[in-house]
């Protein structure tokens, strides 16, 4: 069995953990009518699961470091499978808080050992592309899953969706069980040492980039079956149509965006990648209901909302090459609490000011991420232009 077939494994299983994660965004509607709460009550789901991911993940990572890897792997399907049971078998929306909290957990502690083993298995020349497979396995669950997701909620119960997730999941334990080898596990990062990188200034500048782009995509992302069924008018078939356009282009996006930061660097690529998010999402706010127009700007908001993902990782590695795995954690963590952040001021403005505000609101967080990336680029700028006319100075003087 080759590596590269091991590889593809942990994507597709990353794929199912992945749908698992963002279908709540497409059938939020369904969510909050079944459990009896307001639409902007159910967006915490997404919070609580977001703040479980982004702090319970580096603690359960660093107390399981010592465990070989697969069983790792088994352990976190295994509570994988029991959260989406719960999310089926158990009434209430206390009971469904609870059960997103356990898939959060499980999803990150899988979702980062697949990407440790992947790494691993694949020839150092591979380990980068090995990594980008998982990636692109995780976030293909936005293309296929989320919209299929909306279909089967239509049509069916959709509590039944979890349950065909945590039967999928089993099935995911039994193939990791064949096809992944024993990896033994590492010597533990303890979190003061995590932490220590936010201290530097360039690290934590960039690190809120991360969490007023994502912010600004998820108050608008959280609510956007409902925005486009009550704002934009769309049919429940528009809706499942145009949440598969996003994946789409969301996609696109992604390559795109790393294809930029070779061609034209960072700083360009994210500038440019922000100022076209937040226009979108301005246009989105301000377009009539038409599906011919609405569908070419959410693919707009999603190409360009994905296209900095590659970016600002990238960038992140470069400010610590000696600590990549450490700012990957750190970024992925940001990245969660930027969502839950998203999903609850979301939330206080669909209930406190009106649905139809969200796409206004999610532009100005993104704004602020481009305008910080633009200033630190600037200040960047005139630092080096400082520091060659100081060395240019002595060797004029030398000259003469």
């Keep these: 069995m080759s590596n590269a077939f091991k590889i593809y494994v942990l994507a597709i299983v990353s794929f199912l953990v992945g749908t698992s994660e963002y279908i709540i965004a497409g059938i939020l509607d369904k969510v909050a009518a079944d459990s009896g709460v307001s639409v902007s009550a159910a967006g915490q789901l997404i919070t609580v699961f977001s703040l479980a991911y ?46 997103r909290i356990v898939l959060a957990l499980s999803t990150g502690v899988f979702v980062v050992t697949a990407l440790t083993v992947a790494s691993k298995i694949a ?47 089993v099935l995911a334990m039994a193939v990791i069980a064949y096809a992944i080898p024993k990896t033994q596990g590492e010597e533990p990062v303890p979190l003061g040492r995590q932490l220590a990188l936010l201290k530097q200034p360039r690290i934590a500048i960039a690190l809120s980039v991360t969490f007023f782009w994502i912010g600004g995509y998820a108050i608008a992302y959280t609510y956007i079956s409902p925005y486009l069924l009550e704002v934009k008018g769309m049919s429940e078939s528009g809706v499942s149509g145009a949440l598969f356009a996003f994946g789409i282009a969301s996609l696109i996006g992604s390559k795109l965006g790393g294809f930029s930061t070779d061609r034209w660097g960072y700083g360009p690529t994210l500038v440019s990648g922000m100022a076209i998010h937040a226009v979108a999402l301005l246009l989105i706010a301000a377009a009539s209901p038409s599906p011919a127009v609405m569908l070419p700007l959410l693919m707009l908001w999603a190409f360009s909302a994905w296209s900095s993902g590659p970016t600002q990782q990238y960038h992140l590695l ?36 009106s649905l139809a505000s969200i796409a206004w609101i999610g532009a100005a967080s993104v704004a602020v991420a481009g305008g910080t990336v633009a200033l630190t680029l600037a200040r960047s700028r005139r630092r080096r232009a400082r520091q060659a006319a100081q060395s240019d100075g002595p060797m004029q003087q030398a000259g003469a």
């Excluded at 069983?71 to 078998?89: C, D, Q």
């Excluded at 396995?137 to 989320?146: A, H, M």
Aim: charged residues 10%.
């Design 54 to 99: 982004a702090f319970g993940t580096p603690i359960l990572m660093a107390a399981t470091a010592r465990v070989e890897r697969r069983k790792l792997l088994l352990y976190a399907l295994g509570a994988f499978v029991i959260g989406n049971a719960a999310i089926l078998a158990l009434p209430g929306f206390g009971m469904l808080l609870g059960s």
């Design 123 to 169: 020839p150092p020349e591979r380990q980068g592309s090995a990594i980008a497979t998982l990636v692109m396995g995780f976030s293909t669950s936005l293309i296929i899953g989320v919209p299929l997701g909306r279909v089967i909620a239509a049509t069916y119960d959709w509590k039944l969706l979890f349950g065909g997730i945590g039967l999928l999941g």
């Design 318 to 353: 470069t400010l610590a090459p000696e600590a990549s795995g450490i700012m990957l954690s750190l970024n992925t963590s940001m990245l969660q609490l930027a969502m839950a952040a998203g999903a609850g001021v979301g939330g206080l403005v669909v209930e406190g000011v």
